[in-house]
């Protein structure tokens, strides 16, 4: 079992619309989570973080963390071709951090 | 967050050859990673490099394979030895904040014929 899960895509959606990404984990005592957005050819940018249950917004973004169900989320709402690219998404615990191995998201126009 | 500046960005390198790759960053961090992204793969992790400490390698890289070196608190190395065509990648570092937040420089993308 892969420690941090997500669906390689690609995902499409139309410009404007609510695109919806998501990530599981296997280590349950997993305390950071983060989305990268990493364009081709770039290395990773932080876009979001959160560390508690619920869910953080900022801009257009929101991140939804479910600690029991180990299921982190990240929605990007009116969505802009700009927002193509590769999100990943990373677990940290005491230790380590884990990265999944992405989602490539397309927004046509 | 941190800038950081990785040297060279871009390589075309020989088989059996070595290549050091510099990671210099703009502020003091305690903890620095390197990691390897494959074309179309996601990031994996190589080792965690402390000031004053030997690197801890991750399961699959062996320091002689990758040493690195950590002589300060802005500054670290990476160097991929005895380079074959499966070491072509992109070579990425990162530093940590106090948050768990990792930053990365742009990377060097490495070719080895």
């Known amino acids: 079992q892969k420690e941090v899960e997500q669906n390689s895509g690609p995902l499409s959606v139309p410009e404007g619309a609510i695109a919806s990404l998501n990530c599981t984990y296997s280590d349950r005592v997993s305390q950071s989570f983060f989305w990268y957005r990493q364009y081709s050819g770039k290395s990773p940018e932080l876009i979001m973080s959160?560390?508690?249950?619920g869910d953080k917004e900022d801009g257009r973004f929101t991140a939804q963390l479910n600690k029991a169900s180990q299921y982190v989320s990240l929605l990007i709402r009116d969505s802009q071709p700009s927002d193509s690219a590769t999100y990943l998404c990373?677990?940290?615990?005491?230790?380590?951090?884990?990265f999944g191995a992405g989602t490539r998201l397309t927004v046509k126009p | 967050s941190a800038v950081i500046s990785q040297k060279p960005s871009r390589d075309i390198c020989q088989r059996g050859t070595s290549l050091t790759i510099q990671c210099q960053v703009d502020?003091?961090?305690?903890?620095m990673f390197w990691y390897r992204q494959q074309p179309g793969q996601s990031l994996t992790l190589i080792a965690t490099a402390n000031q004053g400490s030997e690197a801890t390698y991750e399961s699959g890289f062996v320091i002689d394979k990758f040493p690195i070196s950590r002589p300060n608190l802005t500054f670290s190395t990476l160097t991929v030895s005895n380079m074959s065509p499966e070491d072509s990648s992109i070579y990425l570092c990162s530093v940590e904040d106090p948050a768990r937040k990792q930053f990365f420089g742009p990377g060097t993308r490495l070719t080895v014929l």
């Open positions: 959160i560390y508690s249950n």
């Open positions: 502020s003091q961090v305690t903890m």
């Open positions: 990373a677990v940290g615990n005491n230790n380590d951090m884990r």
